[in-house]
């Protein structure tokens, strides 16, 4: 009798504990303000998630720093399996060959999960210039060096900028700004030439007719503005910028609670409601996971590392 008692016992605390799992919240750490295009697509993944885990995914918004704010956080939350970053190519990356101090390492201090995608910038001018084609604009900054300016919001879209003027040997003046609204505010009103940017964030000033796009970042056409042509397709033959997104954990998680987030986050990814949001927000799908996910990571800082090299950038 005692026996039966201590196994009723045990199976009540068991059936309490997975109770507790099942309502205790995911939280998913984006570095970056709400309404762009990291948060938009981790709040879709999100959702996605949390009808795979049958559970609460949140997400929780610690901008600052170019991402650098959340991405410590992150990194110094419990490793419980309970608590992931959305990092991108500017925070696990390019932070660290643009900045002479940054408080994580992001190879060290993260478990690698899923890719959640990739997608293109697109090479914005304000519509006041006259160029209609890429060709016509570097024609014209190499006959005027450092005439033409840049505006960029982030490590991504700084050396997007960088790759323009090493493929295309133009000289341009960077001008950095704290968010891409205020941007594409300046590029429209003409106080700055030249924007990199997603699609998405564009669409309001496009629709104004003040910007024009010129040439879209990835080896693939935006779908959303077919007519658009590649930086390759305007004749920098090997130039390619995707930014991407990718979901991490705290490099102490458990391996079975790191495996058990990778199974979950590839179906999320692969749900009819990602596609859609992916489609939506002009990302592609790109699955690559653990492993997998670090060797790409360490092939990108080695790449951008050359172009940063070349470029003669010192760490500030």
Request: glycine share 6%; charged share 20%; hydrophobic share 45%.
């Amino acid at each position: 009798m005692i026996r039966v008692l201590e196994i009723l016992i045990l199976l009540a605390v068991s059936m309490a504990s997975y109770a507790q799992a099942q309502d205790k919240s995911v939280k998913i750490i984006v570095p970056f303000t709400a309404g762009g295009s990291t948060d938009v697509l981790s709040r879709e993944f999100a959702q996605a998630l949390g009808t795979v885990l049958n559970q609460p995914v949140v997400v929780d918004n610690r901008a600052g720093g170019d991402g650098a704010v959340g991405v410590q956080a992150a990194s110094k939350s419990a490793p419980d399996g309970y608590t992931a970053l959305v990092g991108t190519n500017s925070t696990q990356v390019l932070n660290v060959l643009l900045n002479r101090t940054v408080p994580y390492d992001p190879v060290k201090d993260f478990a690698p999960v899923c890719m959640l995608g990739r997608s293109k910038n697109v090479m914005y001018i304000r519509s006041s210039l006259p160029h209609k084609t890429l060709a016509e604009f570097l024609a014209d900054a190499k006959a005027q060096p450092e005439k033409f300016t840049f505006a960029y919001v982030s490590a991504g879209t700084r050396l997007a900028a960088e790759l323009l003027q090493q493929l295309g040997t133009v000289r341009l003046r960077g001008i950095p700004y704290r968010s891409t609204a205020g941007a594409f505010t300046d590029v429209a009103g003409g106080q700055v030439d030249v924007l990199f940017s997603d699609h998405v964030s564009a669409i309001p000033f496009l629709q104004t007719g003040k910007i024009r796009a010129l040439a879209v970042t990835g080896s693939e056409r935006v779908k959303a503005i077919p007519e658009v042509p590649t930086m390759i397709e305007s004749g920098l033959k090997s130039y390619e910028m995707q930014p991407w997104y990718a979901l991490y954990l705290p490099i102490q998680t458990p391996r079975p609670m790191v495996e058990k987030l990778i199974d979950a986050s590839t179906r999320a990814i692969s749900s009819p409601a990602m596609q859609a949001a992916r489609e939506k927000l002009g990302v592609d799908e790109f699955l690559v996971c653990d492993a997998e996910l670090a060797k790409f990571q360490l092939q990108e800082i080695a790449r951008w590392g050359r172009v940063v090299k070349d470029a003669n950038i010192q760490p500030q």
